[in-house]
T-cell receptor, first 116, second 110 residues
């Protein structure tokens, strides 16, 4: 089991470009969570998805950010028209069922986005 | 929503001494409290967790205590070693959403 795979590991975008971050959950995991970590801060919840469904996107900025987890393929976090404030590490986690009192979530290595 | 506060923000200990990190949470419905260790540029890794029906849990040199009445929980690392140097995060959850503390940078001096 290769674990949660995120790519790219590092991504540099100019202001105004689009950033696409990919996350392949662990085998057998159907629940995916995205978190953002600003420099020297803790992780902040962004969105929780199951296959083809967004369950909770309460942590996502209302504009420019979107996420999906299609039936086939990885989960995608998409940031349109990036700004310098989007520079952060974006972590994906997955779990076999709903993360919480019964099951832990496993984190990927993260994608470090730098907006120049 | 849940608010988790973590102290101290930095902690320097002599190798072999103990390290203690404390967290408080605001949502009395939280029932799952994991601790993560993050080395520079790497993923957060779960090192220990505790559920609300337990007051204390130990795994070798690491222990966690939970006081639900006071809404605080602590991480204890005994006999610290240089490889314990990292950033440690506490978190709280009552469903699928983890709310993290701001982190504690632990430095173990040889």
């Amino acid at each position: 089991n290769a674990g949660v795979m995120q790519n790219p590991r590092h991504l540099v975008r100019r202001r105004g470009q689009e950033a696409r971050l990919r996350c392949s959950p662990m085998k057998g995991h159907s629940h995916v969570y995205w978190y953002r970590q600003l420099p020297e801060e803790g992780l902040k919840f962004m969105v929780y998805l199951q296959k083809e469904n967004i369950i909770d996107e309460s942590g996502m900025p209302k504009e420019r950010f979107s996420a999906e987890f299609p039936k086939e393929g990885p989960s995608i976090l998409r940031i349109q028209q990036v700004v310098r404030g989007d520079s952060a590490a974006y972590f994906c986690a997955s779990s076999p069922s709903v993360q919480g009192a019964r099951t832990e979530a496993f984190f990927g290595q993260g994608t470090r986005l730098t907006v120049v | 929503g849940e608010n988790v506060e973590q102290h101290p923000s930095t902690l320097s200990v002599q190798e072999g001494d103990s390290a203690v990190i404390k967290c408080t949470y605001s949502d009395s419905a939280s029932n799952y409290f994991p601790w993560y260790k993050q080395e520079l540029g790497k993923r957060p890794q779960l090192i220990i967790d505790i559920r609300s029906n337990v007051g204390e849990k130990k795994d070798q040199r690491i222990a966690v205590t939970l006081n639900k009445t006071a809404k605080h929980f602590s991480l204890h690392i005994t006999e610290t070693q240089p490889e314990d140097s990292a950033v440690y995060f506490c978190a709280a959850s009552n469903d699928y959403k983890l709310s993290f503390g701001a982190g504690t940078t632990v430095t173990v001096r040889a």
